[in-house]
Structures are given as structure tokens and as C-alpha cells.
């Protein structure tokens, strides 16, 4: 990956996209290969990036202040301190009104948008996030990954995102790699190959660019490699 970037893992379920994952989190140690972050070894370190799990795992008895403040309370920052810098990044995220709710009264976006927020402050330039839009209806999820694809930008993040949605993967990425059966024995461990979508600067809207042939190049590229 390149700094800036966003860049989505796609492969079908059961590929092992997850346990990548964990690899590059330094929650697994792989049998083969090394994690290189900007040239140094991390492989089984966690620690050196920011990892948002599928689910949001808001806690139920924290309010919205609580659950986004939690990574700098555990690093040992002051109560006020943490509930600060949360709510600066809340009010960015158009959450400040919510600060004081609970996880339950929030709809799935705003959850989602608190999960992130979470995991921003934990402090990592480099995000991986895992199918962070698959648990929310079509309308939720493309409001929301145009809103993720622009806070990203704007906070200076590169994300490694995995997916099983060739649509998402080409609406998102920078470039995308897709997991292909390794041998014809229907292993599935290897990257079948690497898409660099066209993006249309003028068609910046998900239901135009859907519609335009270099997005279904795109699409149609992922799915024969799949």
C-alpha cells in the first residue's frame, strides 16, 4: 500500500480475508512471510495499526463519549482529556448531539460512524477495516461509504478494507486485490491479481458511476478473477 491510499482485499466468503487481517494486526503469526510496515518488521506485534472489526462491538453500558473515548483511557489518558479529543472528532463526525446517548439508541450508521471514530483514536495512521458496511440496508451503507470515503481523505488515512462486494470494492478503492483459487485443487490462498478502477472525477456520485463502462470494466475484471 501507498500512504493515502485505500485499498480492498475482495474474495468470497471463506477465503481467509479475516485471518489476513489478523496477520497484518499482529493478532496471528503467519507460517510464511513477514508485515512490513514502512520497512520495519512487525509480524506478531500488534499495535502498530488501527483495526475495525465487521461488527461495531459498541459497549452497551458506555454512552457515545465513553465508547469513542475508550482507546485513550486505556493508554492511561486523563478522563476530560479523552472526552475532549472524542468530542472534537464526534462533532466532526456529526455526532455530537448523540455524545451523551446510548449505543441502543443509535441507527446503524451512527454506530458505525462511533466504531470508526473509536478507531481512529487509537492513534494509527493505517486503518484495516473488515466489511464495515455489510450489516446496514443499501441506502445506510452508500451514504455511509461516501461519508467514510471523504472523512478518509480529509484526516489523512490509508485503509486496507476487505470485502466480498465487487460494487464496493470498485466504488472504494485506490486499487484492488482479489483472492483466486492458488491450484485447481480449490484452495483459495493467493492473489489472483491487482484492479486499478477508473474513477471518474465528474461522475463522483455512486448511481452515476455505477453506470458508466469504466465501472463495469472494473467490476467485470473482479468477478473473472474470482
Known sequence: MREGELVCLVGKSGMG??????????????????????????????????????KDLLLPNLRVIDNAALPLMLAGTPKDEA??????????FGLSSMADAWPA?????????????????????LILLDEPFSALDAITRADLR????????????????????????????????????????GVYSKIAGEITPKHITAANQESDYSLTPEFLEAKSAILTLL
Open 17 to 54: 480475508k479475516t485471518t489476513i487481517l489478523h496477520a497484518l494486526a499482529g493478532l496471528l503469526v503467519p507460517r510464511e512471510g513477514q508485515v512490513l510496515l514502512r520497512g520495519k518488521d512487525i509480524t506478531g506485534k500488534p499495535g502498530h495499526v488501527s483495526y475495525m472489526l465487521q
Open 105 to 125: 439508541q443509535l441507527s446503524g450508521g451512527m454506530r458505525q460512524r462511533v466504531a470508526f471514530a473509536r478507531t481512529y483514536l487509537q492513534g494509527n495512521s
Open 146 to 185: 461516501s461519508w467514510f470515503k471523504e472523512t478518509m481523505s480529509e484526516l489523512g488515512l490509508s485503509t486496507l478494507m476487505i470485502t466480498h462486494d465487487p460494487d464496493e470494492a470498485t466504488l472504494l478503492a485506490d486499487r484492488i486485490y482479489v483472492l483466486g483459487k492458488s491450484n485447481g485443487s
Open 83 to 92: 472526552h475532549a479529543q472524542a468530542l472534537t472528532l464526534l462533532e466532526h
